[in-house]
């Protein structure tokens, strides 16, 4: 927690998007100051946020990606992605042409974990 004299909360923008986000992130990111994710559930009014669980997803999850209004999208470093992977924008997307909103899914990890999802989502 930071002091109550340092919160910037009332200054805090709410943000108008066509995009939803889906923020990923290990059971402990969620609880560090310096978690971005927080950031963007604060200012984004459609967010949805889970734990990361490799091997067995969230049931919730699987259906948000399924969801008929949404065109998910993976946000990934460009290092760790295969060059036909990537995007410079979400209208590329067909379903987003079609007038789906796009579905940032965003992994809020770090360091040797964020290179350990990679392996999982390349």
């Keep these: 927690m ?7 909360c009332s200054q805090r923008p709410i943000i108008q998007s066509d995009c939803a986000f889906c923020l990923l992130m ?3 990111e969620y609880y560090k100051p310096s978690n971005t994710g927080r950031v963007i559930a604060d200012v984004i009014p459609d ?3 889970f734990v990361w669980h490799r091997v067995t997803p969230d049931p919730e999850l ?9 065109a998910p999208i993976v946000v990934f470093p460009h290092e760790y992605a295969l060059a036909e992977q990537c995007i410079d924008s979400p209208l590329q997307i067909p379903a987003v042409q079609q007038g789906k909103s796009p579905c940032l899914s ?3 990890v770090r360091g040797e974990k964020l290179r350990k999802c990679s392996k999982v989502l390349v």
């Design 62 to 70: 699987l259906a948000l990606l399924k969801h008929p209004d949404y």
């Design 2 to 8: 930071i002091p109550k004299s340092e919160c910037i």
């Design 26 to 28: 290990y059971k402990d």
């Design 47 to 49: 967010n949805h946020a």
């Design 106 to 108: 965003c992994l809020m």
